[in-house]
């Protein structure tokens, strides 16, 4: 008997190990993504340790250490993440996808791409038409970039980070008439958070609001239930800065920073987590995702941002400085902003308190990477004149894009 119950209780034993090792098997196969990164994140400081829970659950973490671990997570791991001069291959099957956020200065970005730049074979835009070919020098119909000038909206208009990272593979797929294995290498334009959601709320007074736009997140089509529409008139031209700012369904409101997060992991647009625990995850979500683009461009700084385009994927405009600003537009500009009070300025930056932090972050990385690249590069003077910060906000990519009629996202 003695026997009988100590092989069984060897068996059990045996069992028990079996099945602890296929779970935790189990859950380091499907927990190699930044979801599982997110659901259990260690952090320690000051000698403590916080726990980043799964975002169904109660957040504990505050926003210091979560934004702290990002900086020393991701920095301290850029020679791998964020690397200054790609492997962008035009001829192989890597693709170039321009995530487009509004009134960033996108428009002018990708119109100068798929029209300014030097290459073997250029891309052709009909005139006429906003759908250019931009097709690979030795595979006619294979294309080398994803975005509106060359796909249109197949994606939906303007495709946050969840709807375009699970819809380019396919959309392309279809173009080309069968599945290709690609590398995707992610680009995007950010701009001052300020001037941006004034930008908005001038498209949007103009007729500019994207009503029409549908959203998805995970898989799934988001309802009017979960995103309400703002505004309940067609005419808009007699809309306040007031009232723009009052709808807290008004998806200008920290535009950037949403638009770059994965939506999925903070319960996409129905969510029973508290406007904190919720804002924080966003956040750090799109930082982490920040630093997965191959190229970051900053619309305050053009000279720097196309500079920094042209050594990441081995293009070169046929124009130095070709991105320049149109100084006839000034005067324009000014009507946009003559009405506009230092508390309305403040209000703004209140309730884009997200996407002020998200673009000083972008910033550091931005000159950070190019800090990098001068140390790459001994011979930084000899390609590009030398400059510093002050002489690279002389020119803007999104100040023009708002006055030219037919760049209006």
């Given at each position: 008997m003695?026997?009988?119950?100590g092989?069984f209780?060897?068996?059990c034993?045996?069992?028990v190990i079996?099945?602890c090792i296929?779970?935790?098997?189990?859950l380091?196969?499907t927990?190699?993504?930044e979801k599982c990164?997110?659901?259990e994140l260690?952090i320690?400081?000051?000698?403590?340790?916080?726990?980043?829970?799964?975002?169904w659950?109660?957040?504990?973490?505050?926003?210091?250490?979560?934004?702290n671990?990002t900086e020393k997570?991701y920095?301290?791991e850029s020679?791998k993440l964020?690397?200054?001069?790609s492997?962008?291959?035009?001829?192989g099957?890597?693709?170039?996808?321009f995530l487009?956020i509004?009134?960033t200065?996108?428009?002018?970005?990708a119109?100068h791409m798929v029209?300014?730049l030097?290459?073997?074979r250029?891309?052709r835009?009909k005139?006429?038409k906003r759908?250019?070919?931009?097709?690979?020098?030795n595979?006619?119909g294979?294309t080398?970039?994803?975005?509106?000038?060359?796909?249109?909206?197949?994606c939906g208009?303007h495709p946050?980070w969840s709807?375009?990272?699970?819809?380019?593979d396919?959309m392309m797929?279809?173009?080309?008439g069968k599945?290709?294995k690609r590398?995707y290498f992610?680009?995007t334009v950010?701009?001052?958070?300020v001037k941006?959601?004034?930008?908005e709320?001038?498209?949007?007074?103009?007729?500019?609001?994207w009503s029409?736009?549908?959203?998805?997140c995970?898989?799934v089509?988001v309802?009017?239930n979960?995103?309400?529409?703002?505004?309940?008139?067609?005419?808009?031209?007699d809309l306040?800065l007031?009232?723009?700012?009052k709808?807290?369904?008004?998806l200008?409101?920290?535009r950037q920073t949403?638009?770059?997060?994965?939506?999925a992991?903070?319960g996409c647009?129905?969510s029973s987590?508290?406007?904190d625990?919720?804002?924080?995850?966003?956040?750090?979500?799109?930082?982490i995702?920040?630093?997965k683009m191959s190229?970051?461009g900053?619309?305050e700084f053009p000279?720097?941002?196309?500079?920094?385009?042209?050594e990441?994927f081995?293009?070169?405009?046929?124009?130095?400085?070709s991105l320049?600003?149109?100084?006839?537009?000034?005067s324009?500009?000014k009507?946009?902003f003559?009405?506009?009070?230092a508390?309305?300025?403040e209000?703004?930056k209140r309730?884009?308190y997200l996407?002020i932090e998200?673009?000083h972050?972008a910033?550091?990385?931005?000159?950070?990477r190019?800090?990098?690249l001068?140390?790459?590069?001994?011979?930084?003077?000899?390609?590009f004149?030398?400059?510093d910060?002050s002489?690279?906000s002389?020119?803007n990519?999104?100040?023009?894009?708002?006055?030219i009629?037919n760049l209006?996202d």
């Amino acid at each position: 008997m003695q026997l009988y119950t100590g092989r069984f209780l060897r068996y059990c034993t045996i069992g028990v190990i079996l099945m602890c090792i296929f779970v935790v098997s189990f859950l380091w196969y499907t927990c190699s993504n930044e979801k599982c990164l997110l659901n259990e994140l260690q952090i320690f400081t000051s000698g403590k340790n916080y726990t980043y829970q799964a975002p169904w659950r109660r957040l504990k973490a505050n926003r210091e250490i979560i934004s702290n671990w990002t900086e020393k997570k991701y920095i301290a791991e850029s020679n791998k993440l964020d690397f200054v001069k790609s492997d962008f291959n035009i001829k192989g099957s890597d693709v170039i996808v321009f995530l487009h956020i509004q009134n960033t200065g996108g428009s002018v970005f990708a119109r100068h791409m798929v029209e300014d730049l030097a290459l073997e074979r250029p891309c052709r835009c009909k005139k006429r038409k906003r759908i250019c070919q931009c097709y690979r020098p030795n595979n006619f119909g294979s294309t080398w970039f994803f975005s509106r000038y060359t796909a249109g909206w197949k994606c939906g208009v303007h495709p946050d980070w969840s709807e375009l990272s699970g819809c380019v593979d396919r959309m392309m797929d279809e173009d080309e008439g069968k599945p290709v294995k690609r590398r995707y290498f992610f680009i995007t334009v950010l701009r001052d958070p300020v001037k941006r959601f004034l930008s908005e709320f001038w498209h949007v007074r103009q007729g500019q609001s994207w009503s029409s736009s549908r959203h998805w997140c995970d898989g799934v089509e988001v309802t009017e239930n979960e995103l309400p529409a703002c505004f309940d008139r067609d005419d808009l031209s007699d809309l306040t800065l007031e009232e723009f700012m009052k709808c807290k369904h008004n998806l200008a409101i920290n535009r950037q920073t949403r638009m770059l997060a994965d939506l999925a992991l903070a319960g996409c647009y129905n969510s029973s987590l508290s406007k904190d625990d919720r804002d924080l995850i966003i956040l750090t979500s799109a930082k982490i995702n920040l630093h997965k683009m191959s190229f970051l461009g900053l619309s305050e700084f053009p000279k720097l941002s196309q500079y920094m385009f042209e050594e990441t994927f081995g293009m070169k405009f046929k124009v130095k400085n070709s991105l320049s600003h149109d100084s006839l537009n000034r005067s324009a500009r000014k009507e946009l902003f003559k009405e506009i009070s230092a508390k309305d300025i403040e209000n703004i930056k209140r309730i884009n308190y997200l996407d002020i932090e998200f673009y000083h972050y972008a910033k550091e990385l931005l000159f950070y990477r190019f800090e990098k690249l001068k140390q790459n590069n001994p011979h930084l003077e000899d390609n590009f004149e030398f400059f510093d910060k002050s002489d690279l906000s002389s020119e803007n990519w999104a100040e023009k894009e708002d006055f030219i009629d037919n760049l209006l996202d």
